[in-house]
């Protein structure tokens, strides 16, 4: 299979410089970036008046979860959780979640996320899902074991369980990655063991960490220090750990962050909307911390749109530190593309010779985005996901012109719509 988009404004490379050119995809990779390219190929996109960016990492979400929009908003994060969210999600069955995930896969294709890393459970399901959407997705089931050691043993089988299923698919489009709650909600021997199974079957592992004032306490009053200093002495960092949130670091916890390698993946949409805090982006990005973004769930966002979540990282931290030369447009694009791809050890993120052909087109020829001054800044500042008009992941079309091609949306949207009625 071969792509050829013709008349595009290109966003290249790793620094994301914007040129009129040609891109021809061959299998699934990108294969030429230049002007007039002429070569046979299976299928041409004009994309005159279109921005050819490289497809969204979405590096932290839970997909299924847009089930549950709108079901409890403007809460803090733990009566969020504890009162709302876990009792719905008690109810919740294999096949729900399926549909959830489909709803999630729905919604990324059509605001040009390609990749994305997710937790929840039933990733068996949520697989099955992500193989026929034709996204890529790294999936890991969310552990929670309180303290109780017969339920860590259950939690480990179950992680192991889905990890065979998914593997199973054979797929190098969709993967397992450990996923540990948080540290709140794992006991230690969970999060060690769990190292030694990432370390054993060559695993990444994401978690969540220092999300919340409430939760750092707890840690510190628990285990007399903070998630990330507690983290670091069993010995659980490393490069292939991703922590989403990272609101409450102090400098001794970035540092650590920068000397292990550690991946921080931001959620400013959802971290504002349950007041949780913001995460201290200048220290992490002067210690040379890799900072994804994501959008975590639809739940607590409340939608899965990576342009609005980039816009809103851009502002968020220029009012918080009264600068706006902080979090810039092309700090943030890199941070929702090559940043996150880094992080899954994905050579993709990048629109340039030899990368993975992910790629979101976008229609520029729109009153909102004209003039055509500032590429980088309009998908920063002006686009949304409304504006992605194709979808291209490991060389294939998903997505053309507005119509999602290898999910049927009205089949998606009345089974949607059937699963709620079983939520009450």
């Not at 706006?324 to 340039?352: C, E, H, Q, S, Y």
Request: glycine fraction near 8%; proline fraction near 3%; charged fraction near 25%.
């Amino acid at each position: 299979m071969s792509i050829l988009i013709k008349n595009g404004h290109v966003i290249y490379g790793e620094n994301f410089d914007v040129v009129r050119a040609d891109v021809l995809i061959e299998g699934n990779t990108i294969t030429k970036v230049a002007r007039n390219i002429d070569e046979a190929v299976d299928t041409v996109i004009d994309a005159k008046g279109r921005v050819v960016s490289p497809g969204f990492v979405n590096l932290h979400t839970h997909s299924p979860m847009g089930l549950l929009r709108g079901l409890a908003d403007d809460l803090p994060l733990m009566e969020w959780l504890e009162k709302h969210i876990w009792p719905k999600e008690a109810k919740l069955t294999k096949e729900t979640i399926k549909v959830g995930a489909y709803l999630g896969a729905l919604e990324m294709i059509k605001s040009g996320t390609t990749t994305f890393l997710d937790m929840y459970f039933h990733m068996d399901k949520v697989a099955e899902a992500v193989l026929e959407s034709g996204l890529r997705g790294y999936l890991s089931y969310g552990m929670i074991d309180l303290g109780d050691p017969d339920r860590t043993e259950k939690e480990l089988r179950e992680a192991l369980r889905e990890m065979e299923a998914i593997e199973g698919l054979k797929s190098e489009r969709v993967h397992f990655v450990f996923g540990p709650h948080a540290p709140y909600t794992c006991s230690l021997a969970l999060l060690k063991e769990v190292r030694k199974l990432a370390d054993e079957h060559g695993k990444l592992i994401t978690i969540h960490v220092s999300e919340t004032m409430s939760e750092v306490g707890r840690i510190q009053e628990r285990y007399g220090k903070s998630p990330v200093v507690l983290l670091e002495d069993i010995g659980f960092l490393g490069s292939d750990v991703i922590i989403a949130h990272g609101v409450w670091l102090d400098s001794r916890d970035v540092q650590i962050l920068a000397r292990h390698g550690v991946t921080v993946a931001h959620n400013p949409g959802s971290n504002m909307k349950l007041a949780s805090g913001v995460m201290p982006i200048g220290k992490l990005l002067n210690a040379g911390v890799n900072i994804g973004l994501g959008t975590d769930g639809a739940a607590s966002n409340n939608n899965l749109d990576m342009l609005e979540e980039m816009k809103l990282a851009a502002l968020l931290h220029k009012v918080h530190n009264l600068d706006p030369t902080v979090a810039d447009a092309k700090t943030v694009f890199g941070m929702a593309t090559l940043n996150g791809a880094r992080a899954l050890r994905l050579n993709a993120g990048a629109i340039k010779e030899g990368y993975l052909a992910d790629i979101a087109i976008l229609n520029f020829s729109q009153p909102h985005l004209r003039p055509v001054n500032n590429v980088v800044s309009h998908m920063v500042y002006s686009a949304s996901g409304n504006d992605v008009e194709t979808t291209i992941v490991d060389g294939k079309i998903i997505m053309l012109d507005r119509e999602v091609l290898t999910l049927d949306e009205e089949k998606v949207l009345s089974l949607v719509e059937k699963a709620m009625e079983g939520l009450g």
